[in-house]
T-cell receptor, first 117, second 113 residues
Framework: GAVVSQHPSWVICKSGTSVKIECRSLDFQATTMFWYRQFPKQSLMLMATSNEGSKATYEQGVEKDKFLINHASLTLSTLTVTSAHPEDSSFYIC?????????????FGEGSRLTVL | GDSVTQMEGPVTLSEEAFLTINCTYTATGYPSLFWYVQYPGEGLQLLLKATKADDKGSNKGFEATYRKETTSFHLEKGSVQVSDSAVYFCALTTNSGYSTLTFGKGTMLLVSP
């Protein structure tokens, strides 16, 4: 089946630095990718929808200047956590939509665990 | 708005026991329903899905039936294995392109030998 890969799978950074997480669809083109945040023992919270060639659409309460999303190609979306702080520590998961006619399916990356010291 | 409610975990079972994880939903329109599984340290994987009432999704011994009358999509397996230990998420979408999902909070399953 389709594969979505995230990199890095885990990262530790100092407070105040920026971290970039990549999400790639390996064997299909995805015009739309989604970024989620998962807190411990909680569900996935949709942060933003990443559209190739246009600006991302952010969910209410998500700071667009804090979480920069770039979808530069049909196989790559990046999430940059700017000026990270300990409260940004979380598990970030991306998904990519593989369109198929009028429907399609979502495929998820393996997630990226961010720890901010 | 749309929502998904799952039973709280963890669910702790012995190997070969019968599993039920309850899931109920509220949605406008006619949603498609999904179960995703998340193994430790990994992302989500689609386990099974059902797109209309009375459909039964099945995969790897797991089953779930789309019950419109009770707005439920309970996950079942007749005999669990240690390797089934994971977090299970029920989800729905009312988007015909399946491009957005509403997730439940997840239910952790722990299976002991």
């Amino acid at each position: 089946g389709a594969v979505v890969s995230q990199h890095p799978s885990w990262v530790i950074c100092k407070s105040g630095t920026s971290v970039k997480i990549e999400c790639r669809s390996l064997d299909f083109q995805a015009t739309t990718m989604f970024w989620y945040r998962q807190f411990p023992k909680q569900s996935l919270m949709l942060m933003a929808t990443s559209n190739e060639g246009s600006k991302a659409t952010y969910e209410q309460g998500v700071e667009k200047d804090k979480f920069l999303i770039n979808h530069a190609s049909l196989t790559l979306s990046t999430l940059t956590v700017t000026s990270a702080h300990p409260e940004d520590s979380s598990f970030y998961i991306c998904s990519a939509h593989q369109a198929s006619g009028l429907s399609g399916e979502l495929f998820f990356g393996e997630g990226s665990r961010l720890t901010v010291l | 708005g749309d929502s998904v409610t799952q039973m709280e975990g963890p669910v702790t079972l012995s190997e070969e026991a019968f599993l039920t994880i309850n899931c109920t939903y509220t949605a406008t329109g006619y949603p498609s329903l999904f179960w995703y599984v998340q193994y430790p340290g990994e992302g989500l994987q689609l386990l099974l899905k059902a797109t209309k009432a009375d459909d039964k999704g099945s995969n790897k011994g797991f089953e779930a039936t789309y019950r419109k009358e009770t707005t439920s999509f309970h996950l079942e397996k007749g005999s669990v294995q240690v390797s089934d230990s994971a977090v299970y998420f029920c989800a729905l979408t009312t988007n015909s392109g399946y491009s957005t999902l509403t997730f439940g909070k997840g239910t952790m399953l722990l299976v002991s030998p």
